[in-house]
């Protein structure tokens, strides 16, 4: 079955990856940026990141037959350096203009800091400025919940973001309803131990019916599964699925959260 | 977009009581580990604890209720950040 993978740190992965992707029925890949697993030590660091994923990675997944496209920003880990953060922030308009740029993301919250925040709604505002889609990465484990509503309150100072544009992602079986019932997209991650299983995604698709929902793998420098939405689609199957909702939650949602980017398309 | 289908019925304890009886072990295998050598005291030991027995509840909310138990019930974001990972369970 053709999917779509919403969020791969593709930067992370060997080229042998995007193969087996592209085997599995892979045909978009998109990536926002994220922690690199070390605090860059300046805002070069950051310039030459953006231009690896706005330019390098869309012909590497090409050679495959995938689109690639990503999103851009300085993540929640590194955001609590706020004058890192602001040259950062600085940099992105320039690489917006770009094709394959779909908006800011993943940005955030990690440890639920003062900073964080600041940084968080100075992206938000840029994405307001430059009527960009969100991508938004909610915190890990412990730090989740509190992040996700720290998140939901803050939106609600940008008037003019549109929740239908913004996708708030790693959600899990405590949040989900809190996203979703605010208008807002949600992305489930399929991860090992820290996130969620296939089985655990499907139990929370079949209680929202699937709606404004996209599963991804954030396939990154962690272990983590680069095929992890192909089988979590082999084991909708074994729960009875139709191959039409199948569809419905790996291409079709995708197609229809990033298709209000006018960069994005898909046939 | 297509409209939702809610799948066909299908066995689940065929489907998934295996390995929800693999990770059960799993878990009193850890317990009975961290207990005898001492260490049931440590506060992640304590939150697992707290969170089996609400395995216990009548309502199908188990899996968000044990993520409520472990979460960080706090509302105003901290002064600064001091690490960049996380834990698994909230040190009160």
């Known amino acids: 079955m053709n999917y779509i993978e919403p969020h791969g740190h593709m930067v992370s992965r060997t080229t042998d990856d995007y193969e087996r992707m592209a085997l599995a029925g892979c045909r978009a890949i998109c990536e926002p940026a994220f922690w690199a697993g070390f605090d860059r030590a300046s805002a070069a660091g950051f310039y030459d990141y953006f231009r690896q994923i706005t330019d390098y990675e869309p012909k590497r997944a090409a050679k495959f037959g995938i689109q690639h496209y990503c999103w851009l920003c300085i993540n929640p880990k590194e955001a609590e350096d706020t004058k890192l953060a602001d040259e950062v922030i600085a940099l992105i308009p320039e690489f917006l203009k770009r094709p394959g740029v779909l908006g800011i993301g993943e940005i955030g919250l990690n440890k639920n800091s003062r900073n964080e925040l600041i940084i968080f709604e100075k992206h938000v505002q840029l994405a307001q400025d430059h009527q960009q889609l969100v991508l ?22 940008f008037p003019k973001i549109d929740p239908r544009r913004v996708i708030i992602d790693h959600v899990e079986e405590h949040t989900i309803d809190a996203v979703l019932d605010a208008g807002f997209w949600a992305g489930i991650t399929l991860y090992p131990e820290s996130k969620c299983t296939p089985h655990r995604a499907i139990d929370m698709l ?35 699925w139709s191959e039409a909702m199948m569809q419905k939650i790996v291409w079709e949602n995708p197609r229809a959260f990033m298709g209000q980017s006018e960069k994005f398309v898909m046939p | 977009m297509s409209t939702w289908t809610p799948p066909s019925t299908v066995n689940l304890a065929d489907i998934g009581f295996m ?36 395995l216990d509840a009548s309502q199908p909310q188990r899996a968000r209720e044990v993520l409520l138990s472990f979460s960080d019930p706090s509302t105003e974001p901290i002064a600064k950040a001091t690490m960049q990972g996380a834990i698994g369970a909230f040190k009160p």
């Open chain 1, 136 to 157: 938004i990465h909610t915190p890990h484990l412990e730090d989740k919940l509190k992040g996700t509503r720290l998140i939901i309150d803050s939106l609600k100072n």
């Open chain 1, 206 to 240: 079949e209680q929202r019916q699937g709606e404004r929902i996209w599963m991804n793998s954030a396939c990154d420098w962690g272990i983590s599964d680069p095929l992890a939405v192909p089988k979590t689609v082999q084991a909708m199957r074994q729960r009875g």
């Open chain 2, 19 to 54: 390995d929800a009886r693999s990770k059960l072990i799993d878990l009193a295998a850890f317990l009975d580990r961290v207990q005898r050598a001492g260490q049931e005291g440590d506060f992640r030991v304590q939150a697992l604890q707290r969170a089996i027995k609400l």
